[in-house]
Nanobody, 126 residues
């Protein structure tokens, strides 16, 4: 059974940092891509970042480039999202997702991932 569990969300002031973790189990980690998505109230789900476990390739949304860093610890089947210089507009529920394939369309990460976590709330105060 595929399980994905996010952690690390919380309340932080603008300019601060948080590190989200995504612990995955139930599948061959090295064969998958892990993506981070976020959804703010009243807005569509947005692909934030993604990493391929097989070749290490990464994706970042323009809105987070230079501020967020995705990394993985394959020995722990865990992916991290280091978020620096946080802004109030980063406030959202952040979801981790896994799939064997991933795609970017018109510069945006496609949310066609097969397995999703429950999400973790990130709130950035101004």
């Amino acid at each position: 059974e595929v399980q994905i569990v996010e952690s690390g969300g919380g309340l932080v002031q603008a300019g601060g940092s948080l590190r989200l973790s995504c612990a995955a189990s139930g599948f061959t980690f090295d064969d998958y891509a892990i993506g981070w998505f976020r959804q703010a109230p009243g807005k569509e789900r947005e692909g934030v970042s993604c990493i391929s476990m097989s070749d290490g390739s990464t994706y970042y949304a323009d809105s987070v480039k230079g501020r967020f860093t995705i990394s993985s610890d394959n020995a722990k089947n865990t992916v991290y999202l280091q978020m620096n210089s946080l802004k109030p507009e980063d406030t959202a529920v952040y979801y981790c997702a896994a799939d064997q394939t991933w795609a970017v369309l018109h510069g945006r990460l496609v949310a066609d991932f097969g397995s999703w976590g429950q999400g973790t709330q990130v709130t950035v105060s101004s």
